[in-house]
């Protein structure tokens, strides 16, 4: 049977959305990779598919996958789209908040409008055996070789693991190396997501994600909360930050520790279609 799908993305980070709300969804590796494939597929970054609820407290499940076929715990602007695709498909109102799980655990998202989303990331984690990280303790920098460099970093979870890099120029060469490396590390034993941020003022922050499993891509939510939460952690930011992508804007609030750290940004619709190879 054909592959019913919606093709989606949040500041240029794209996805393909799928209705599995009669079960959980089953592909095959091979099948994720060419479909996610941009010459030959369809082409996204995350693969993502709307479940039925594996816990009384939530609406809906959704499970996420890389461009690789490899499972991710969490995606800040592919939860913002199945939000919206929730929408559209009559199942989630406007102003209304509902929580919905993710693999890595729940979230709450309330529609501002058809086309805009304000999600609870939940608080982040610095804890580095829950990131995971090798280190002995908890510190707002850690020093890592890569690539032959030197870097200052911090690292977070957001659901995900990130590792945050503080840069003056997000053209540099050096860069298109030092995501891979970082993002490959060994003491990082299941990959991170690499964000190079640079620091307009403590409002106002650019940001460029090497993701793993995906690569470069045009915007990372959970890498903007990342760097918001790592240099907050610093005292370097303001509660409320305004983080530039590659493909547009995400505003991003947290009061500090102890608190829950909050996404708004866009999710639009591109176009519906369907996969005859299943």
Same mark, same amino acid.
């Given at each position: 049977?054909?592959?019913?799908? !919606?093709?989606? @993305?949040?500041?240029?980070?794209?996805?393909?959305?799928?209705?599995?709300?009669?079960?959980?969804?089953?592909?095959?590796?091979?099948?994720?990779?060419?479909? #996610?494939?941009? @010459?030959?597929?369809?082409?996204?970054?995350?693969?993502?598919?709307?479940?039925?609820?594996?816990?009384? /407290?939530?609406? $809906?499940?959704?499970?996420?996958?890389?461009?690789?076929?490899?499972?991710?715990?969490?995606?800040?602007?592919?939860?913002?789209? +199945?939000?919206?695709?929730? @929408?559209?498909?009559?199942?989630?109102?406007?102003?209304?908040?509902?929580? *919905?799980? !993710?693999? !890595?655990?729940?979230? /709450?998202?309330?529609?501002?409008?058809?086309?805009? +989303?304000?999600?609870?990331?939940?608080?982040?984690?610095?804890?580095?055996?829950? *990131?995971?990280?090798?280190?002995?303790?908890?510190?707002?920098?850690?020093?890592? #070789?890569?690539?032959?460099? #030197?870097?200052?970093?911090?690292?977070?979870?957001?659901?995900?693991?990130?590792?945050?890099?503080?840069?003056? %120029?997000?053209?540099?060469?050096?860069? &298109?190396?030092?995501?891979?490396?970082?993002?490959?590390?060994?003491?990082?034993?299941?990959?991170?997501?690499?964000? $190079?941020?640079?620091?307009?003022?403590?409002?106002?922050?650019?940001?460029?994600?090497?993701?793993?499993? /995906?690569?470069?891509?045009?915007?990372?939510?959970?890498? #903007?909360?990342?760097?918001?939460?790592?240099?907050?952690?610093?005292?370097?930011?303001?509660?409320?930050?305004?983080?530039?992508?590659?493909?547009? !804007?995400?505003?991003? %609030?947290?009061?500090?520790?102890?608190?829950?750290?909050?996404?708004?940004?866009?999710?639009? $619709?591109?176009? &519906?279609? &369907?996969?005859?190879?299943?």
């Amino acid at each position: 049977m054909a592959l019913r799908f !919606s093709k989606m @993305h949040g500041n240029g980070n794209d996805f393909v959305v799928i209705d599995s709300r009669d079960g959980a969804l089953a592909l095959s590796v091979a099948t994720m990779r060419s479909i #996610a494939d941009r @010459h030959t597929g369809v082409g996204f970054d995350q693969l993502l598919s709307v479940e039925p609820a594996r816990d009384g /407290a939530s609406a $809906f499940y959704y499970g996420i996958w890389n461009a690789d076929g490899s499972p991710s715990g969490q995606c800040g602007n592919g939860v913002r789209c +199945v939000a919206a695709w929730l @929408h559209r498909a009559g199942e989630l109102g406007l102003d209304e908040t509902v929580q *919905i799980q !993710s693999p !890595s655990g729940p979230v /709450a998202v309330r529609l501002i409008d058809a086309h805009t +989303v304000t999600v609870d990331m939940g608080e982040p984690i610095f804890e580095p055996i829950r *990131i995971p990280f090798d280190a002995p303790n908890i510190s707002d920098r850690y020093a890592l #070789a890569a690539d032959g460099q #030197a870097l200052e970093i911090g690292t977070v979870s957001m659901g995900n693991p990130h590792a945050v890099i503080v840069v003056d %120029d997000l053209a540099a060469p050096a860069l &298109e190396r030092l995501g891979p490396a970082v993002t490959g590390h060994q003491r990082f034993r299941e990959g991170v997501n690499a964000g $190079f941020v640079q620091k307009v003022s403590p409002g106002h922050l650019r940001l460029r994600v090497h993701e793993r499993g /995906a690569g470069w891509t045009q915007a990372c939510g959970t890498g #903007a909360c990342a760097a918001v939460a790592v240099l907050r952690q610093r005292g370097e930011v303001d509660p409320q930050v305004r983080v530039d992508l590659p493909g547009g !804007s995400l505003r991003i %609030d947290w009061r500090g520790p102890g608190e829950r750290l909050w996404m708004t940004g866009p999710a639009s $619709f591109v176009f &519906e279609g &369907e996969w005859p190879d299943t």
